[in-house]
């Protein structure tokens, strides 16, 4: 239960640095997610979206329980709330992505086999260019399609350390 204390813990770190402007990892680089403080409105209510495999679905169920404690401060979206009924899928979880201020990606080797979690993850990154906290969930190094698209962005890494 403490290395889901410690992924909440982070993501409302980072979630802190998006809505306060001062992702400085990113601004030092010069990286094109510098400017994310313009995404979120003085009026808007931030939301954060969680992209998982679902091997990882109880790891994820934790998470999201965390993480609801704090609703008065922000919306989490996740399948598994809002795509009971969808007829399209791939549909409900774009416009959820659109709609996210930041994407926690639950990273695992089951995350980087998945198709799914490998079309959400590109999407994220090259079309949306949202802000991504990966929380790794195992020892994975990130290799092929993940380890070139989680280091063109600046982003702090979170690890599980312990199992539960």
């Known amino acids: 239960m403490e290395s889901i204390r410690n992924a909440a813990r982070g993501i409302l770190y980072n979630l802190d640095k998006v809505i306060d402007g001062t992702?400085?990892?990113?601004?030092?680089?010069?990286?094109?997610?510098?400017?994310?403080?313009?995404?979120?409105?003085?009026?808007?209510?931030?939301?954060?979206?969680?992209?998982?495999?679902?091997?990882n679905k109880?790891?994820?169920?934790?998470?999201?329980?965390?993480?609801?404690?704090h609703?008065?401060?922000?919306?989490?979206?996740?399948?598994?709330?809002h795509c009971q009924s969808a007829s399209d899928l791939w549909e409900v979880i774009a416009y959820g992505m659109?709609?996210?201020h930041v994407i926690v990606c639950l990273v695992s080797n089951h995350y980087y086999e998945s198709k799914s979690c490998r079309r959400e993850f590109t999407y994220a990154v090259e079309t949306l260019k949202k802000p991504i906290v990966p929380v790794l969930l195992e020892d994975i190094e990130p290799k092929g399609w993940l380890g070139k698209l989680i280091i063109i962005f600046a982003c702090s890494c979170l690890k599980k350390t312990n199992k539960f």
């Not at 209510?45 to 495999?53: E, G, V």
């Not at 609703?71 to 709330?81: A, C, G, L, P, S």
Request: aromatic share 8%.
């Open 23 to 55: 992702n400085r990892e990113a601004e030092d680089s010069g990286n094109q997610f510098n400017t994310i403080q313009t995404v979120i409105s003085s009026t808007d209510k931030p939301s954060i979206m969680i992209s998982y495999c679902h091997e």
């Open 58 to 69: 109880e790891f994820c169920g934790k998470l999201l329980e965390l993480l609801s404690t």
């Open 71 to 81: 609703r008065d401060e922000f919306d989490v979206w996740i399948d598994q709330t």
């Open 98 to 100: 659109e709609q996210a």
